[in-house]
């Protein structure tokens, strides 16, 4: 009763223990694994035979919290794990999550861009993928903006890869142009296939060094963007064949 009743102190219940790693898809060997724990620690946890000690429970509470603190524990022994990293990623259903974040890095790199930019970039990334792969690179969606195609709820899109320390504004922006932005985290090209590769590559290349009214105008040519109705979401399927990086 008493262990209990501490336990609430964090938000936490022995149950919590087995519920959290069944959260994110893992055995107790890869959840030991990922929290560079022993198994037997974790069994212990999970049959009430042991009561964790302060720094475990308050890992215990942030991955009960959010996926973020996950990604972040991945991401901290990222070396350690080696393959297990993606195989983590994909058992917790987050791969396609971080393979999207990489998406950004890829595009920021060397390339720092504003808002607006950025939007036309992975509306032209994935639409240029779906046209020529049969899928996008990213999970984003894109709606219907009055300069055009844009990021499907950008404004947390930019604020999450802001606060996770994923990209940063860039240090010598100038206070009479619009807020740019670069990456802070390397990237990992193992999330994406050599015809992805190559298909962000000429995309990054077509688009750089273009204004964000440069972008907006060739984005208002897009059909899909015509078409559909202010805020919906334009549909990859239906509009593929109708997007031309060559009316750049």
Avoid at 153 to 167: A, C, E, T
């Amino acid at each position: 009763n008493i262990y209990t009743e501490y336990l609430k102190r964090y938000g936490l219940t022995f149950e919590d223990f087995k519920k959290i790693r069944n959260k994110y898809n893992l055995s107790q060997e890869l959840f030991a694994h990922l929290l560079g724990w022993g198994k037997k620690t974790i069994e212990r946890y999970e049959n009430k035979e042991s009561f964790p000690q302060k720094g475990y429970l308050d890992t215990y509470k942030k991955l009960k919290n959010g996926f973020e603190e996950f990604i972040k524990i991945l991401n901290d022994n990222k070396e350690r794990l080696k393959d297990d990293y993606y195989v983590i990623l994909k058992k917790a259903k987050l791969f396609d999550h971080v393979k999207t974040i990489n998406s950004f890095l890829y595009m920021l790199d060397d390339n720092p861009l504003g808002k607006t930019q950025i939007m036309k970039n992975m509306f032209a990334l994935d639409f240029e993928s779906y046209k020529e792969l049969g899928n996008k690179i990213t999970t984003l969606n894109y709606a219907n903006g009055t300069h055009g195609p844009i990021i499907d709820d950008y404004k947390w899109i930019i604020n999450y890869l802001l606060h996770n320390n994923y990209i940063i504004m860039d240090p010598s922006f100038d206070e009479d142009k619009a807020d740019t932005y670069l990456p802070n985290v390397k990237i990992d090209l193992n999330f994406f296939t050599k015809d992805e590769i190559k298909c962000m590559e000429k995309v990054k290349n077509k688009l750089k060094g273009k204004s964000a009214k440069e972008l907006s105008l060739w984005s208002h040519k897009f059909i899909g963007w015509k078409e559909t109705k202010p805020g919906e979401i334009i549909n990859p399927k239906k509009y593929k064949d109708y997007f031309d990086l060559n009316t750049l």
